[in-house]
């Protein structure tokens, strides 16, 4: 008996200690991100591009990596890298003959956004992309067709509206003018006009 009791007089000991030291999280986990850091988003975006001059309209997508300054500001400093893929087919007249075009692009650019917060889950976001991009244009006729493949300088500025639909995820829908300085053989440079839609997460 007397055992018992010693035993039971010990655990209430232990019980009362343990209950007065109260235990507090810390606010910020070590590696953990807070909205003052600067915060990696992944972005996916389905492009629609308008060809001027006989250009084919082109279908694509886009990927990219971005960083975003403050996740708690109402302006917000953006920068990303970016890689697209465009496809696109389309026909003219010359002379009465049909000439069918076949396109393909790949630009890889770098890019600086300006978000500036409208509300507080809407922004209008102004930017600019610079890099290069490669491809490959064809026209055909029935028996004959030509390509040419190309390369050069490309660059864009657009502006969107971006609605935060929750604190790591956005939809984005814009507009851009980009322009492609080709070289090699192609003749003109290749002005686009596109509209884009996408999604933006953190991870």
Request: net charge negative.
């Given at each position: 008996?007397k ?15 343990a209950?007065a ?7 910020n ?7 003052a ?7 996916i975006?389905?492009l ?5 001059d006989?250009?084919p ?5 886009r990927?990219?990596f ?7 500001e ?15 087919s389309?026909?003219?007249r010359?002379?009465g ?9 790949v ?6 956004d ?6 507080d889950?809407?922004f209008?976001?102004?930017?600019v992309k610079a890099?290069?991009a ?9 028996g004959?067709?030509a390509k040419?493949?190309?390369s ?8 969107g509206?971006k609605?935060?639909c929750s ?10 003018f980009?322009?492609t300085w080709?070289?090699?053989?192609l003749?003109?440079?290749?002005n ?12």
């Amino acid at each position: 008996m007397k055992k018992l009791l010693s035993v039971l007089t010990v655990l209430a000991a232990l019980a009362g200690s343990a209950s007065a030291a109260s235990y507090v999280l810390p606010y910020n986990q070590p590696g953990a991100l807070s909205p003052a850091d600067w915060q990696p988003t992944y972005n996916i975006e389905g492009l629609y591009a308008i060809g001027e001059d006989e250009a084919p309209d082109t279908w694509g997508v886009r990927g990219s990596f971005n960083l975003y300054s403050n996740g708690d500001e109402s302006i917000r400093h953006q920068f990303s890298i970016n890689v697209a893929g465009e496809f696109g087919s389309d026909s003219y007249r010359y002379f009465g003959e049909k000439i069918d075009q076949d396109i393909w692009m790949v630009p890889v650019t770098g890019g600086y956004d300006l978000n500036i917060g409208i509300t507080d889950s809407v922004f209008l976001d102004l930017g600019v992309k610079a890099g290069w991009a490669w491809g490959s244009y064809e026209e055909s006729i029935p028996g004959l067709s030509a390509k040419e493949s190309f390369s050069g300088f490309t660059m864009g500025v657009g502006a969107g509206i971006k609605i935060m639909c929750s604190e790591r995820l956005y939809f984005k829908v814009g507009y851009e003018f980009n322009r492609t300085w080709t070289k090699d053989d192609l003749g003109d440079n290749l002005n686009q006009h596109v509209i884009t839609v996408g999604l933006g997460t953190q991870f």
